[in-house]
Structure formats: C-alpha cells, structure tokens
C-alpha cells in the first residue's frame, strides 16, 4: 500500500488562529480524504478531495473552516480556520486503493490541541 | 440512526482464546466492508476487507459477512496481547463514495 505522511505530527494552537495539515504520499492517487477523530469516538469524514476539481464536504463541514487543496496527485492540505477548542482533534488523511479499487488507507494523523 | 453499530465493548479475553467482533450496518445496498485496527495514539491499520456473503481467512483473522442479516463479523484466533486494541468496522456506501465507521470495540487481550 501507498506510504503516506502527515505534517505537523502534532501541534497546541490558540483560539482564532489556523493551522494547516499537509498529506504527502509517494505514488500518484485519485481519492484522498480528510477524516476528524474526537477524542473517544470514531472517525468523521470531512471532505473528499481529488485533484482538479474542489473537495466535496461533508455536511456539516464547509469550506470557510476547513479549506482544502488538491494541487496534484501525491499532495494534499487541510486548514483548519479560526480554531476553537472544539476543533481539538486527531485529523487524518486517507488514500483509496486496493485490489478493490476501494480499500482506504491511512496517514499516521495529527494531533490538534486549540487552547 | 447510526450507519454502523458496533459494542464498545471492553471486550477481554484470555491469551490464546479466540476474540469475536460484531458489526451490523443499515444501508442494505453497501458492497464493501472493512476491519480496522487502531492502537492507541495511532491510526487505523487496514486488517481485513470482504465483499461476499461468507467468510474470509487471512492468517489468525476470519471476517464473516451476511448481506441478508446486514451483519459483519471478525473473529480473532490464538488471540495476543499485541492484539489489544480499538477495531473498527467500516461500510462502504451505496454509491461507493464514502466510508462509514463503527465507534470501534476496545479488545484486551490478558495474558
């Protein structure tokens, strides 16, 4: 499977301000996806990205907090926007992939802790 | 209605015995289902996937699925306490576009 990383590894952010994740994996995919994990519950699709085209959210995420880029088929970026405390989160990124052509894999996430 | 339940559990049990994990979904259409496996402070580890009615085997792993029940299950033999972990079930929706995930089962393994 696709070898995949994540930057930062973690990170303590304050109130109102944004910070972006970055997605790199080491061979070309056409789905990558931005997951949410709070803590103690499962994971939370944020929006699909694929390159050339605008990421699809999911509802209840919107563009304005959680822009998204897509600028080629190894890369990808979550920002989250004027965080809250309730933003704090492990945020992960997946590619699809497989004998199926669906199975998903994971980044090793980031951990977000907004004071 | 979730998409998928799954016990949280805690579920223990002994070194060697055989774990067994429970999944039913809602979407009756979905194709495609996955376990997963996430040790603490870590991300979910791809286990197993399964597209047809009956079981499949890889190593000390077995996932059994039945369409008709909307059911899926994973059955750990010779369990480890390296097997101690958060498994989670994952249904691939109708459309294919999107993964739903079970809340995970939290397994023990004592040695």
């Known amino acids: 499977s696709a070898v995949i990383s994540q930057k930062p590894s973690r990170d303590i952010c304050q109130r109102g301000t944004s910070l972006t994740i970055q997605c790199q994996v080491d061979s070309q995919v056409t789905m990558m996806f931005w997951y949410r994990q709070q803590p103690g519950q499962s994971l939370t699709l944020i929006a699909t990205?694929?390159?050339?085209?605008?990421?699809?959210?999911e509802s209840g995420f919107v563009i304005d907090k959680f822009p998204i880029s897509r600028p080629n088929l190894t890369f990808s970026t979550l920002t989250v926007s004027n965080m809250s405390p309730e933003d704090s989160s492990i945020y992960l990124c997946s590619v699809e992939e497989g004998t199926g052509g669906n199975e998903q894999f994971f980044g090793p996430g980031t951990r977000l802790t907004v004071l | 209605q979730k998409e998928v339940e799954q016990n949280s559990g805690p579920l223990s049990v002994p070194e060697g015995a055989i774990a067994s994990l429970n999944c039913t979904y809602s979407d009756r259409g979905s194709q495609s289902f996955f376990w997963y496996r996430q040790y603490s402070g870590k991300s979910p580890e791809l286990i197993m996937s399964?597209?047809?009615?009956g079981d499949k085997e890889d190593g000390r792993f077995t996932a059994q699925l039945n369409k008709a029940s909307q059911y899926v299950s994973l059955l750990i033999r010779d369990s480890q306490p390296s097997d101690s972990a958060t498994y989670l079930c994952a249904v691939n929706s109708d459309t294919g576009n999107q993964f739903y995930f079970g809340t995970g089962t939290s397994l023990t393994v004592i040695p």
């Open positions: 990205a694929n390159q050339g085209s605008e990421a699809t959210y």
């Open positions: 399964i597209y047809s009615n």
